[in-house]
Protein backbone atom coordinates (compact mmCIF):
# COMPACT_ATOMS: atom_id res chain seq x y z
CA UNK A 1 0.00 0.00 0.00
CA UNK A 2 1.38 3.03 -0.84
CA UNK A 3 -0.36 6.14 0.03
CA UNK A 4 0.47 9.36 -1.10
CA UNK A 5 -0.05 12.49 1.35
CA UNK A 6 0.06 16.40 -0.17
CA UNK A 7 2.28 18.03 2.07
CA UNK A 8 -0.14 20.79 1.79
CA UNK A 9 -2.77 18.85 4.33
CA UNK A 10 0.22 19.17 6.66
CA UNK A 11 0.30 22.90 6.85
CA UNK A 12 -3.44 23.58 7.01
CA UNK A 13 -3.57 21.44 10.30
CA UNK A 14 -2.29 24.14 12.17
CA UNK A 15 -4.38 27.18 10.41
CA UNK A 16 -7.48 25.01 11.04
CA UNK A 17 -6.46 24.33 14.76
CA UNK A 18 -5.87 27.94 14.95
CA UNK A 19 -9.97 28.69 13.40
CA UNK A 20 -11.11 26.45 15.79
CA UNK A 21 -9.43 27.83 18.93
CA UNK A 22 -10.38 31.19 18.10
CA UNK A 23 -14.12 30.08 17.39
CA UNK A 24 -13.91 28.15 20.63
CA UNK A 25 -12.74 31.67 22.40
CA UNK A 26 -15.52 33.80 20.33
CA UNK A 27 -17.93 30.98 21.61
CA UNK A 28 -17.00 30.93 25.13
CA UNK A 29 -16.97 34.39 25.73
CA UNK A 30 -20.60 34.36 24.07
CA UNK A 31 -21.84 32.14 26.97
CA UNK A 32 -20.50 34.02 29.42
CA UNK A 33 -22.42 37.24 28.60
CA UNK A 34 -25.79 35.23 28.13
CA UNK A 35 -24.56 33.74 31.94
CA UNK A 36 -24.34 37.07 33.33
CA UNK A 37 -27.75 38.14 32.04
CA UNK A 38 -29.51 35.33 32.35
CA UNK A 39 -28.26 35.90 36.40
CA UNK A 40 -29.60 39.64 36.54
CA UNK A 41 -32.61 38.03 35.29
CA UNK A 42 -33.10 35.27 38.13
CA UNK A 43 -32.42 38.20 40.34
CA UNK A 44 -35.23 40.00 38.86
CA UNK A 45 -37.11 37.37 39.03
CA UNK A 46 -36.51 36.64 42.43
CA UNK A 47 -37.33 40.23 44.15
CA UNK A 48 -40.44 39.86 41.90
CA UNK A 49 -41.80 36.66 43.57
CA UNK A 50 -40.73 38.09 47.20
CA UNK A 51 -42.89 41.14 46.09
CA UNK A 52 -46.10 39.33 45.07
CA UNK A 53 -45.78 37.34 48.28
CA UNK A 54 -45.78 40.12 50.19
CA UNK A 55 -48.62 41.74 48.00
CA UNK A 56 -50.42 38.71 48.88
CA UNK A 57 -50.30 38.60 52.58
CA UNK A 58 -51.54 42.28 52.29
CA UNK A 59 -54.41 41.56 50.48
CA UNK A 60 -55.56 38.60 52.87
CA UNK A 61 -54.44 40.49 55.95
CA UNK A 62 -57.19 43.62 54.57
CA UNK A 63 -59.37 41.11 53.29
CA UNK A 64 -60.08 39.17 56.49
CA UNK A 65 -59.75 42.79 58.52
CA UNK A 66 -62.74 43.73 55.94
CA UNK A 67 -64.31 40.50 56.65
CA UNK A 68 -63.83 41.33 60.87
CA UNK A 69 -65.33 44.97 60.11
CA UNK A 70 -68.00 43.81 58.83
CA UNK A 71 -69.34 40.68 60.94
CA UNK A 72 -68.54 43.24 63.88
CA UNK A 73 -71.26 45.87 62.24
CA UNK A 74 -73.82 42.95 61.33
CA UNK A 75 -73.29 42.10 65.35
CA UNK A 76 -74.35 45.40 66.12
CA UNK A 77 -70.80 46.79 67.68
CA UNK A 78 -69.86 50.36 67.01
CA UNK A 79 -66.90 52.94 67.05
CA UNK A 80 -67.33 54.30 70.24
CA UNK A 81 -67.65 57.94 70.47
CA UNK A 82 -66.39 58.27 73.80
CA UNK A 83 -64.40 56.23 75.94
CA UNK A 84 -65.60 54.49 78.87
CA UNK A 85 -63.79 53.54 81.72
CA UNK A 86 -64.72 51.10 84.52
CA UNK A 87 -63.10 51.00 88.09
CA UNK A 88 -63.30 49.09 91.12
CA UNK A 89 -62.61 49.57 94.21
CA UNK A 90 -60.08 47.54 96.34
CA UNK A 91 -62.60 47.54 98.98
CA UNK A 92 -65.53 46.64 96.98
CA UNK A 93 -63.47 42.96 95.41
CA UNK A 94 -64.56 39.76 95.96
CA UNK A 95 -63.22 37.59 99.03
CA UNK A 96 -60.73 35.70 96.35
CA UNK A 97 -59.44 38.86 94.71
CA UNK A 98 -59.09 41.27 98.31
CA UNK A 99 -55.74 40.36 99.47
CA UNK A 100 -56.28 42.78 102.79
CA UNK A 101 -57.91 40.89 105.69
Known amino acids: ?15 AVI ?4 LEIVSINRYAGSGKIVRSIDIQIDGIRQENEFLRQRIASHS ?4 IS ?3 KNMGFVTPQKS ?4 ILTDQLPVALN ?3
Do not use: F
Open 19 to 22: LLTV
Open 70 to 72: EKS
Open 84 to 87: QYVT
Open 64 to 67: SLIA
Open 1 to 15: MNIRVDHRLYALIPV
Open 99 to 101: TTQ
